[in-house]
């Protein structure tokens, strides 16, 4: 019969606390070389933060003809659960920024590629609406860990 002491029942604990936590990392995307070639996407890098579950998005505001106005979208992580592949599936919204009236809703996984599907919900009182689905997106992810 093993008798754990509380001092070493304390350390092991902490010990598995801390493994948890270094587990925890970054995934950043930008659209990958298949998207060069198709009109440009508004999402230009995504960088998931898994232990603050943040999203932080640097994307297209506004687009003309010779330019294009850059800007920053936050959004917050949803979901992360681990597939059989042992790849992670994201899900997250973006905040709505103040006077907007869409909230984007994404989902990133890996089906060989990572990809990257969003629609756009608006909701009229309490009520989503389907207001546009966005083609998928490939992209072209690196992983980190923190810690």
Not at 96 to 113: C, D, I, M
């Amino acid at each position: 019969m093993t008798i754990i002491k509380p001092g070493r029942l304390a350390i092991q604990a902490l010990l598995l606390t801390t493994a948890g936590a270094c587990a925890a990392g970054t995934i950043t995307c930008v659209p990958g070389p298949a998207a060069a070639s198709a009109p440009s996407h508004w999402i230009r890098r995504i960088a998931i933060d898994e232990h603050s579950r943040t999203v932080n998005m640097d994307i297209v505001r506004s687009r003309t003809k010779d330019t294009e106005t850059m800007g920053k979208m936050r959004a917050e992580l949803l979901s992360m659960e681990e597939t059989q592949s042992g790849e992670p599936v994201y899900v997250f919204n973006a905040i709505p920024s103040a006077g907007s009236e869409v909230t984007h809703l994404f989902r990133l996984f890996k089906a060989g590629e990572w990809r990257l599907i969003g629609a756009g919900v608006t909701f009229m009182g309490k009520v989503p609406a389907l207001r546009a689905i966005e083609p998928g997106l490939v992209l072209d992810c690196k992983r980190s860990d923190l810690g």
